[in-house]
């Protein structure tokens, strides 16, 4: 993990070369290092990305719903329905760059049946595919479903990976297509 929050090329190529699959870390969030990660990384290292994995906890959709740190472990569904804002962004830009994703939803201790219940089915009802990720507490066998669920998104992927800018436009030009697609300014 390098200062923008992803393995190098080198990193990434060599994993290319040993690996049918390979998953790097690509930032703290679809508008910060995934944004330059698939705009830039991708373009520089010659590769296009087949999916990605958005990762979401109840603790951090509760925050964004307006709950303060210290009353997080408390349930609050009203909260995590906010707070599901933050996400369905992160959701938009990874499909603006025409890109299959599955959700995973780090299953921490503190989390409730009902936020879980809730968070499920604003998924469900929006139609974004999403896994249940255990790996706090089950190690590798926590990921299976979800390494399934992103295999399936790979395999039956129909689109084409597309950046939000070319090359050849201006700085204006791409400054203009990251602030309005990933940060919805106006």
Known sequence: NIAHGCNSIIATNMGRKM???????????????????????????????????????????????????DALKEENVDALKQGVENLQKHIETIQAFNLPYVVAVNHFVHDT????????????????????????????EGAVDLAHKVLAQIESNTKTFKRLYEDDQSIEEKINAIAKTVYGAK
């Open 113 to 140: 049946d009902k936020e879980h219940e809730a968070l499920a089915e604003w998924l469900e009802t929006n139609n974004h595919p999403y896994a249940m990720s255990k790996v706090w507490a089950e190690g590798g």
């Open 19 to 69: 690996a049918d699959y390979v998953i790097t870390e690509a930032g703290f969030g679809a508008d910060l290092g995934a944004e330059k990660f698939l705009n830039i990384k991708t373009k520089q290292a010659g590769f296009d990305p087949s999916a990605v994995v958005i990762v979401a906890t109840v603790r951090a959709l509760k925050m964004h719903g307006g709950v303060k740190k």
